[in-house]
């Protein structure tokens, strides 16, 4: 497999050309006031979470809250996802080698460090400062990892076909459909024909969601900042992400329309407990 990344502003791919103005229409299809509200909210969410707990915003294991994660532990709990996703990769026939992986919504980097066992090359985006600046700590010896910031609903900052594998884990579920599926065509475009795009996303909550909504439109609206006070006493946290699902046909039906092929769908609830999803593995059309 081909290694390394490439620069922003390459030539464009036929695969580019045939399916760009689908994505606009895709993407255009929610107001653009709209749009830039929910991601200026997404933004500003794990911004405060990467300040005052990062890893245990990225992984809420209850007795982790409070900064009680050992970085070790940590980083092993990311070998353990890695894992998972690997095998399902090589049941789907992906090659026993990776060159330039994407980890989308890297967070602290805690699998981009895990890929780095399976790929040449790993480059980890993600939307929080505060997330970016603790994982180049944390990956500051480890050769062929870099980590950026991206504050944009889309990957322009790398051009077309120049990964062999994208990959997502537990943050598409974080944002509205109307970002996700934006997000998923980039995959597209930035995946090489012939490639892998493997992430997941809830389908189903397992429970009404309806209450817990109005609850939280509640304490966001309380005046003084005194919502994030009840927050921070009842959760540990001023800022409570959200989580959306989406159905496995509306994913299979934008893929599809992508020139990506499900190859594999794995039932998966990393959302939380009660919760029904799928890790999605894919490859993008030859
Ligand atoms: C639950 S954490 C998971 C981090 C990492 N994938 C892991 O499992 O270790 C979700 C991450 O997604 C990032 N994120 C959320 N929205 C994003 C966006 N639009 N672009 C890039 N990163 C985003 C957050 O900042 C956070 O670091």
Same mark, same amino acid.
């Given at each position: ?31 653009? &006031? ?5 991601? +200026?909210?997404?933004?500003?969410? @794990? ?8 890893? @245990? ?7 982790? +809250? ?23 990769? !090589? ?5 026993? *080698? ?21 790929? !040449? ?16 700590? #944390? ?9 950026? /910031? ?5 990957? &322009? ?20 459909? +109307?970002?996700?599926?934006?997000? /998923? ?20 909550? =397992? ?10 439109? #509640? ?19 001023? !800022? ?9 046909? +509306? ?20 959302? =939380? ?10 490859? *993008?059309?030859?």
């Amino acid at each position: 497999m081909r290694a390394g990344g490439c620069l922003p502003g390459g030539a464009r791919s036929a695969w580019s050309r045939q399916f760009r103005s689908r994505i606009a229409v895709g993407v255009g299809a929610c107001s653009s &006031s709209d749009m830039s509200d929910s991601f +200026k909210r997404l933004q500003h969410t @794990w911004e405060s979470l990467g300040v005052e707990d990062p890893l @245990w915003a990225i992984a809420s294991e209850p007795g982790k +809250k409070g900064n009680r994660w050992e970085v070790q532990d940590f980083l092993a709990s990311g070998d353990e996802v890695v894992d998972r996703y690997w095998l399902l990769l !090589e049941r789907a026939g992906a090659p026993d *080698k990776i060159g330039a992986a994407l980890d989308f919504g890297c967070g602290v980097g805690r699998l981009s460090l895990a890929w780095k066992r399976r790929a !040449e090359s790993v480059t980890g985006v993600d939307i929080s400062a505060p997330m970016i600046e603790r994982g180049r700590r #944390l990956a500051a010896d480890a050769s062929g990892v870099r980590l950026e /910031l991206n504050r944009r609903p889309d990957l &322009s900052m790398f051009c077309d076909a120049c990964f062999d594998l994208v990959f997502s884990h537990i943050v598409l579920q974080h944002m509205p459909w +109307k970002i996700a599926r934006g997000y /998923l065509a980039e995959f597209a475009r930035v995946c090489r024909p012939g490639g892998w795009i493997a992430f997941q996303l809830p389908s189903d909550a =397992g429970r009404p969601e309806t209450a817990a909504r109005i609850r939280r439109w #509640l304490v966001d609206h309380v005046p003084f900042g005194l919502g994030r006070v009840y927050r921070r006493w009842r959760r540990g946290a001023s !800022e409570l992400f959200d989580m959306h699902f989406t159905s496995r046909k +509306k994913v299979e039906d934008l893929l599809a329309s992508l020139g990506v092929e499900a190859v594999l769908l794995e039932p998966d609830a990393s959302a =939380g407990p009660g919760t029904r999803g799928y890790i999605y593995v894919c490859r *993008k059309a030859c």
